[in-house]
């Protein structure tokens, strides 16, 4: 059967029969605030806030860390802490305790007894457990994407909603250990209900300067698209780190002495120790502006022996009080309570509208390198969610749900989640933790791909053994490479638009062509691998061509199918569709072009200029790289680039003037193939139709035998005119404006000139002038900067010969070969339709939710049926009746609880003015657009476990008394039918949609 189907699988899911709780949470018990001890008016309130630090991962993996294993490296283990904690806590009901990195909690949960649950159910209700934070782990702020934050908390939030209700929520955003801030951080925390958050680490110099006029704490505009109810949040800056002062950490990690408070020991010390620790709470205090201070007592993996804290804290308490009670009020407490105390202060706020990146904590180290350490394994966490994506809807869609699709769904969840944690994704960890980060993720792979390839089989009469192809990147797929095949590839779109893309597949040689459905011929194109690509060391596989076709149109959220067959039969293979090779002549420029745009090399085979319609400018391209420093770091001067730290040696080294260069043209593809040597080659290419321009760079081993840390960037130039401004994208979605050597919030004197202007680019940087824009969309985060006028870079791979002496314990020795893509777009700010900026947007949104390709070797099919009967019998399905608008995105659509209800986003990818039709509010009918069944939707906050008109947010006054200087315009909106919904730009609307009736059937 051909054609497409709209399949209404939605009401067809099997619920299982012990349903978890729905998941918003449900009705409000006396919790969270209501638990909260109030500040006493005339005194300095100590807020003693109990904690530990559990990285989801670093110098230990996962589980070592969990279990305690390989303490020789690290003295951690996280069941150890939970047992303790919750023992020390039931013995007396005065003490509290915060706990943040819910990948653990889950995990000892499951091993608990249903006594001990029932204890620990009692500890949340109390408040005396309380949950901060609540996200599958701490995740980076720098190297991550909007979306897997969002998947990563809905994650952790859905397991605190559905096994504490209520009281599991978390109030505060807790992100103390991530090096450096980001905004839109501020607004996803905001709108995802949160009052408030806290974090540690900041600019050495914005930190002094926010001390001296006491405003480490104030309201952040996490929006300049948003509304401050939507985006705005009250953001504290913690005194001391987040340790204990100093002399008081009293931890199986620690030696300063305990509370002796025998008046007959020799070593009595009460008196000294209490004058000591309110000292230090007036010091941090007059840095503040209420009576209110927070004092974190906990560490990395502290809390082992909680009973070494407790009762050196009660202690602490007791006699502190007995002793100062007339100035002091010290207490057990939470981050919640000490934001209820801000807010019951009523006093005004200072304001914020950047963001808190690059983070310095000397004059000489800059956590800018860890924004590209591992290209790699970035790469491998964003191909991850891609496939996340494809996942969660197709699993929400399968007409039958077998009992092991919420377990592998869960396990891919669960591994980009990790990804997400601030020593994962950054790259900041020991090899052998980053070894089992790819490992926890491939085993995930496979186990949704089970899931994939099971829901796509009940689509046709035969089970095929579809398989993912995950070493793409190095033109290598195992399933296509056998010779004499016929292949079937069958696309997943998961955006909720149609979509044509160009595919590559890698092939052992040049005899195939590409049909769809129907038997009728797809164009495309056989293109040879590049010999850089070929000599790969560790790349197994025989292909030595790419066959690159463009799909047939495949319906939103929905399948489609294409078929790579064999042919010995040259003459039956038009000569059209293989590449041409053109070695150009020394000494002669060359070009390659496409109806929208023609590039231009000089004779060294370097791009040297850029044509598009009626403009035309010199444009060029080249590698450089900077020598890491390797210094000893016993002082600041002398730190070393390493994992975290950037720091050029003062030195910058084009990587060479002159490539060796082979062309490649066709119908659809023009390419040229540079080698710039030994371990630097790239593929620059223009696609029929696109207006944008492909450098697919491949960079690795890089050689370290001269003694030598190297830093590589790829450098574009123009002769655009920005004065020292550039603009990089706050976690791929809204653009922050950088100003060379220059901070919003301080005067700042910058050291490293390199390192002190390098910004994190998730998945664009651009620089403009009144006439021209240049865009680089990337597709990994990288750091990148525009150093000099009209220049662009970002650095692709660094592989450092020291440790940066962060707590790594070992130097960033990446020995891997690393491809990656950047998308360039070069022409005229104005004056074009649609205007380049809109085109950036849309592309950008496709990188991260791109059409997923499964691939199926059919020939033993092909021995009962012809292949005919195989293509009759294939669907191509869409679940969706209706498009959606091209400037909204379908950002999630999956299961919840594997009943009938399902978790919608939809956002509007467009900022306020950035283009003329696509910046507008835009209308969204869902009775179109899941016109093949009947449902009810009720709208929730943005991480889906709160109803959004049951949440009210603490209000915090601004000194400004909203007096802002953000771009926000006010949206009236019109009281539609809750089915016809409205998004303003940069706005995501998340909604429980709950199936009621199959009006098809």
Known sequence: MRGIVIFSCLLLIVAFAEAKPSFPWPSRKKCGYDRCTDAVP??????????????????????????????TIQKAGVQYILDSVVTELLRDKNRRFIYVESAFFSKWWDEQTEEMKKDVKKLVDEGRLEFIGGAWSMNDEAAVHYHSVIDQFSLGLKFLNDTFGECGRPHIGWQIDPFGHSREQASMFAQMGYDGMFFARLDYQDKGNRMRTKTPEMIWHGSENLSPDQSDILTGVLYNHYSPPPGFCWDLLCND?????????FDYNVPEKMKAFVDFAKKAASNYRTNNILITMGDDFSYQDASMWFKNIDKLLTY????????????????????KALHDANITWPEKSDDFFPYANDPYTYWTGYYTSRPTQKRYERVGNQFLQVCKQVTAIAPSQEPEYEENLKELQSAIGVMQHHDAITGTEKQHVADDYARMLHQAFEACESNVRNVFNTFNDDALNYENCLHLNVSACEVTEASEAVYLVTLYNPTGQPKQEFVRVPMSNDKYFVVDVANDPLEYQIVPIPESVLNIKGRNSSATHEIVFRTPEIPPMGVGHAFLIFNDNDAAIPDLNKYYWKKPASGEGFSIKNEFVELKFDSNGL????????????????????????????????????????????????LTQRVKVEVVEGPLVQEVHQIFNDWVSQVIRVYRGQSHVEFEWLAGPIPFEDGLGKELVSRFYTKIKNDGVFYTDSNGREMLKRVRDHRDTWNVEIYEKEAGNYYPVTSKIAIEDEKHRLAVLNDRAQGGSSLFDGVVELMV??????????????????TTVARGRHYVFFGPKKGQEPSQVARE???????ITSVWPMF???RPLLQEKSLAEIQAQLNEVSFMANSLPDNVKLLTFEPLNFNDTFLLRLEHIFEFGEDPWYSKPVEVNLLEVFDQFEFTIRETTLDGNQWLDETVRLKFNADS???????????????????????????IRTFVMTVTNNTMV
């Open 856 to 858: 199926a070797d059919i």
């Open 841 to 847: 947007r849309l592309l950008q949104s496709d990188l």
């Open 320 to 339: 502190a009080n007995d002793l100062y009670g007339d100035e002091v009020n010290i207490f057990y407490s939470t981050p919640t309570c000490y934001l």
């Open 961 to 987: 008394q909203g007096v802002q200087s953000k771009r926000f315009q006010k949206i009236e909106k019109a009281n539609y039918d809750n089915y016809v919904i409205m998004l303003t730009p940069m706005e």
């Open 257 to 265: 002495d305990p509370i002796i408070d025998d008046p007959h020991s």
């Open 607 to 654: 791009v040297s200029h850029l044509e598009s319609g009626d403009f035309s400018e010199s444009f060029a391209q080249n590698f450089v790289w900077y020598e890491g420093a390797n210094g000893d770091n016993r002082e600041f001067k002398n730190r070393s680039s390493g994992a975290y730290i950037f720091r050029p040696n003062n030195t910058e080294r084009l």
């Open 797 to 814: 791979h660094r592989r450092l010969l020291r440790d940066d002496a962060f707590g790594v314990g070992e130097a960033l020795n990446e």
């Open 42 to 71: 005339d005194k300095l309130n100590v807020h003693i806030v109990a904690h530990t630090h559990d990285d989801v991962g670093w110098l230990k993996t996962v589980d070592q860390y969990y279990y305690g294993h390989r303490n």
